[in-house]
């Protein structure tokens, strides 16, 4: 089964301080990594992916295959960045791309 | 911009009634998919489509099912509303192309008394 653990239901970082917001997963085959971001009242929507190698509002993630990571990093927090955060594993399949989540972190950043 | 919208914010129910939630994305998308959003278990797929009338099962299809007779809409259904099934429903859409981004509705908030 395809599984998705990202270990912090809750962190706080003060602006400034640097954030790592922790995702492991455990998927047979070669994956594709997603981080979702859901700022408040708003819709979830995608933040960045493995694939791009993109950096998107300060944040990066690089996929450690050999710890089965995709740990999503930001050198300087914002109070903006204070949100509920998802990763997600996509799978393939000949019944269309499945996706699988993890239970969320609810950042916040503290002025 | 691609839009997925769902057909209620709130809603509340009885137990035993009959509940329809609808998505509607206006991007060609091939997939679909229902998830419910619970605090402290994330975002967990009860179902999803690939293509119009074929269906899939997720992680938690029982109670729900669901329904794609065009492409553009994807119903979820609970054939007899009980009160663990109040929660956020999320419907989202995306190409069937690896790696490609899903795009989230709003959300409708069930509430089941």
């Known amino acids: 089964a395809q599984r998705v653990t990202q270990p912090e239901k809750l962190l706080s970082v003060f602006k400034g301080a640097p954030v790592e917001l922790k995702c492991n997963y455990s998927?047979?085959?070669?994956?594709?990594l997603f981080w979702y971001v859901q700022y408040s009242r708003q819709r979830l929507q995608l933040l960045l992916r493995?694939?791009s190698r993109e950096s998107i509002k300060g944040f990066t993630a690089d996929l450690n295959k050999g710890e089965t990571s995709f740990h999503l990093k930001k050198p300087f927090a914002q109070e903006e960045d204070s949100a509920m955060y998802y990763c997600?594993?996509?799978?393939?399949?000949?019944?269309?791309?499945?996706?699988?989540f993890g239970t969320g972190t609810s950042l916040t950043v503290i002025p | 911009d691609v839009k997925v919208t769902q057909s209620s914010r709130y809603l509340v129910k009885r137990t035993g009634e009959k509940v329809f939630l609808e998505c509607v994305q206006d991007?060609?998308?091939?997939?679909m998919f229902w998830y419910r959003q619970d605090p402290g278990l994330g975002l967990r797929l009860i179902y999803f489509?690939?293509?119009?009338?074929?269906?899939e099962k997720g992680d938690i299809p029982e109670g729900y099912s669901v329904s794609r007779e065009k492409k553009e809409r994807f119903s979820l259904i609970l054939e007899s509303a009980s009160t663990n099934q109040t929660s956020m429903y999320l419907c989202?859409?995306?190409?069937?192309?690896?790696?490609?981004?899903?795009?989230f509705g709003p959300g409708t908030r069930l509430t089941v008394t």
């Open positions: 991007m060609d998308h091939e997939n």
């Open positions: 997600a594993v996509e799978t393939e399949a000949n019944t269309g791309n499945q996706f699988y």
């Open positions: 998927y047979s085959g070669s994956p594709e």
């Open positions: 489509s690939y293509d119009v009338k074929m269906k």
């Open positions: 989202a859409s995306s190409l069937w192309v690896r790696s490609y981004e899903q795009y």
């Open positions: 493995h694939i």
